[in-house]
């Protein structure tokens, strides 16, 4: 056992195992010897725990003890006139709780259906749900409150890279730290009964806003979470650092929009573990920034650990960019399990996201695809979303001048992997001529594919081409490794390296 996180009244335990996501087999857990439950995933939370409280922790014969971290106070809502039926507001008396509790204090939340608008956290403070308690957000975007992009010397709103004026999130934290929400609660933001999908990539006074956002923030937790539904992004930690998302679940319908999972952008030194993602875009998208951005600020996203995570469904499993331009370091994904999922990694830039900072030291270790379309995508045609994605200067496939322009990617490894049920290709990369792929190394790793599918797109380029049961095509790419790489039921060659698609 391996403890993750402790907080007054949770404590998150990861088995230490080579099996993605899931334990070997079923387990029990003892807690002060007495039986807590039966469990079948590498990564659980213990909740409802009494602050300042020492526990002993047993599975089978590992044994560890955990003292719980004190709180100054509890408040809980209800002692504020919230009511807690899903119809009154209760926006201002949560307000007045969390204005009111002192540091290192937590502001409770019982069983009930709570109507929001925007929550605003303080530094210091723990926001606690009771198994059973349920914040709605109000869908009209009228009652939301708009964050001003750039103000003087600081900035608030964000959208896709670029520093806008956006709408409040459903909670929200600006340049706090030592922040933690936890529970077995749920937060429906309620975004299918409103407008927020009508013209999607409209402007309408301002942008969508997310789930949950975070701002310049540090030392954040959030576990054991249910959210969904979201205007934007589920949750959107942007400037920040020190992040731990644990068990957590977050899900969107398919057909919502940009409604990707977890989007760390512009940040560093973050945990992703034990998540459960099913959303209408990208289930984990690490980015930061678009050119501009990245010339002012030149925040790089790196030291990105994202471990024991389950993607069934969803545009992308681990994804980056295509706002990278301040560029992505040291990023490990390991034991997770893909499913269904249109593409396992997907990294996404194009000319014009600059090379402030590279995109390098990615590594996927440990994984298993299961009826993945592609499990690998690299693309610098990207052709989606605002900044000129369909100019000649984006899709062209002739030799441009390197500039300040040019993106740039590294070193990328890939290990002890089983693909499965691979629909289109193992993996397509399209380096640029004047900028190829540096390095791509795949060691054992086995590729199976699933005849039944119908050829599609593997990638989103302006001039697109469909694939089927394909293997690993390389176009652009400096040095391809191979150790170990086996494909069955694959169409043409398994391994294809060409300078032009």
């Given amino acids: ?23 070997p087999k079923e387990y029990s857990l003892y807690v002060n010897e007495q039986f807590y439950g039966k469990f079948d995933k590498n990564v659980i939370t213990l909740f409802d725990l009494i602050p300042n409280h020492r526990y002993e922790i047993r599975i089978e014969d590992q044994c560890v003890t955990v003292t719980t971290s004190t709180e100054s106070m509890v408040l809980n809502i209800k002692d504020f006139n919230a009511v807690g039926d899903g119809v009154a507001d209760d926006t201002m008396k949560i307000m007045a709780a969390i204005a009111c509790v002192s540091k290192d204090g937590c502001v409770y939340i019982p069983k009930g259906v709570y109507l929001i608008s925007s929550l605003f956290l303080k530094s210091d403070m723990t926001l606690y749900f ?10 009209d975007r009228m009652d939301f409150a708009i964050l001003p992009g750039e103000v003087g010397d600081t900035f608030f709103g964000t959208w896709e890279g670029s520093l806008v004026d956006g709408f409040a999130s459903i909670i929200n934290a600006i340049d706090c730290k030592n922040i933690r929400i936890l529970g077995q609660g749920e937060i429906d933001c309620q975004a299918s009964l409103g407008n927020w999908y009508h013209n999607h990539r409209v402007k ?32 959107h930690p942007f400037f920040s650092s020190d992040l731990k998302f644990l068990n957590l679940k977050i899900t969107n319908p398919p057909a919502m929009p940009t409604t990707d999972g977890l989007d760390p952008d512009c940040t560093k030194n973050c945990l992703i573990a034990g998540c459960y993602f099913n959303v209408g875009d990208d289930c984990i998208a690490i980015k930061s920034g678009t050119y501009q951005l990245a010339k002012k600020y030149k925040r790089p996203s790196s030291n990105i650990v994202i471990r024991n995570n389950l993607m069934e469904q969803g545009h992308g499993g681990v994804v980056f960019g295509s ?21 396992g990694l997907r990294i996404k830039t194009r000319r014009g996201r600059g090379s402030i900072g590279s ?36 899709w062209s496939t002739k030799f441009h001048t390197v500039d300040e322009y040019t993106p740039i990617l590294k070193n990328f490894t890939f290990e002890d992997m089983i693909c499965k049920k691979v629909g289109y290709a193992a993996g397509v990369f399209l380096g640029l001529p004047e900028s190829k792929i540096e390095k791509i190394r795949f060691k054992n790793i086995s590729f199976s594919f699933d005849s039944s599918v119908e050829e599609g797109y593997p990638v989103m380029i302006e001039h697109n081409f469909k ?33 032009s698609y």
């Fill in 359 to 394: 995109i390098d030291h990615v590594s996927f270790k440990n994984i298993i695809m299961d009826g993945v379309k592609t499990p690998f995508v690299i693309n610098m045609y990207y052709n989606m979303g605002p900044a000129g994605g369909h100019e000649e200067y984006v």
């Fill in 323 to 343: 706002e990278s331009s301040a560029g992505i370091y040291d990023v490990i994904v390991e034991k997770c399990l893909f499913k269904n999922t249109d593409r």
């Fill in 130 to 139: 009771e198994e059973g308690a349920k914040l709605i957000a109000k869908y």
């Fill in 1 to 23: 056992m391996k403890i993750v996180e402790v907080t007054s009244r949770t404590i998150t335990i990861e088995r230490q195992n080579e099996s993605p996501y899931y334990a």
């Fill in 204 to 235: 309408q006074l301002a942008w969508r806003g997310f789930g949950m956002y975070f701002k310049g923030c540090e030392q954040i937790s959030v576990v054991g979470i249910h959210i969904h539904d979201t205007p934007s992004w589920n949750i």
């Fill in 467 to 499: 694939l089927k049961n394909a293997g690993l095509c390389c176009f652009n790419v400096e040095k391809v490794e191979c150790e170990n790489v086996c494909f069955e039921d694959c169409i043409g060659d398994s391994i294809i390296q060409k300078e």
